[in-house]
């Protein structure tokens, strides 16, 4: 297996632009995460998919974020309109089932908002 | 979830063992202890997880306190692929809510 898949790897785009992030899940897994890393905040949980339905979206940080999982080997999380502050690496992670162990990252996409 | 408190970063001789501690004061009775590590421009990878017995895998070790306060992950032979951040971080297993909160972590660097 190619494990969990992520593209494109790095964005840069201007403030104002649409920005969508892509994730192919390991096949199999039954859960999608979307992790937001920064150098102020670390790693934090954006939203998470139980077979393709949102469960938590708690942290999502605003209304310009939004997350979908339209069949059990896509999602995409879309930034619009984008910030400078939403410059950070976005990763995606799978898991077969609720074991926090087993859950398995993309090499993550690194965005730039200018 | 229970707050970790961990170490900014960390230094570690090539071949010797690396321990690193983590302080989780507020723990209770059900939440686990996990280790996760980031390898520069990499995702997260899952290490070893406990609750209170001590537990050993193929990567590494987890000493768990008698009173739960407190944890050492311990790479007993440091190579220099090691170098990562690594992330403690304490919750309950298998939730409604599958999901990590990573703090800032410790980074180790393991020196030739």
């Known amino acids: 297996d190619a494990g969990v898949i992520q593209s494109p790897r790095h964005e840069v785009t201007e403030m104002g632009q649409e920005v969508t992030l892509r994730c192919k899940p390991i096949?199999?897994?039954?859960?999608l995460f979307w992790y937001r890393q920064t150098m102020m905040r670390g790693l934090e949980l954006l939203i998470y998919f139980n077979n393709n339905v949102p469960i938590d979206d708690s942290g999502m940080p605003e209304d310009r974020f939004s997350a979908k999982m339209p069949n059990a080997s896509f999602s995409t999380l879309k930034i619009q309109p984008s910030e400078p502050r939403d410059s950070a690496v976005y990763f995606c992670?799978?898991?077969?089932?609720?074991?926090?162990?087993?859950?398995?990252f993309g090499p993550g996409t690194r965005l730039l908002v200018l | 979830d229970a707050k970790t408190t961990q170490p900014t970063s960390m230094d570690c001789a090539e071949g010797r063992a690396a321990n690193l501690p983590c302080n989780h004061s507020?723990?209770?009775?059900?939440?686990?202890v996990y280790w996760y590590r980031q390898i520069h421009s990499q995702g997260p990878q899952y290490i070893i997880h406990?609750?209170?017995n001590n537990e050993t895998n193929e990567m590494a070790s987890l000493i768990i306190t008698e009173d739960r306060k407190s944890s050492t992950l311990i790479l007993p032979h440091a190579t220099l692929r090691d170098t990562a951040v690594y992330y403690c971080?304490?919750?309950?297993?298998?939730?409604?809510?599958?999901?990590?909160?990573f703090g800032t972590g410790t980074r180790l660097t393991v020196i030739p």
């Open positions: 406990g609750l209170k």
């Open positions: 096949s199999g897994h039954d859960y």
């Open positions: 507020t723990i209770s009775g059900n939440e686990y």
């Open positions: 971080i304490v919750r309950v297993f298998q939730t409604g809510a599958n999901n990590l909160f």
């Open positions: 992670a799978s898991s077969l089932n609720r074991g926090v162990e087993t859950q398995y």
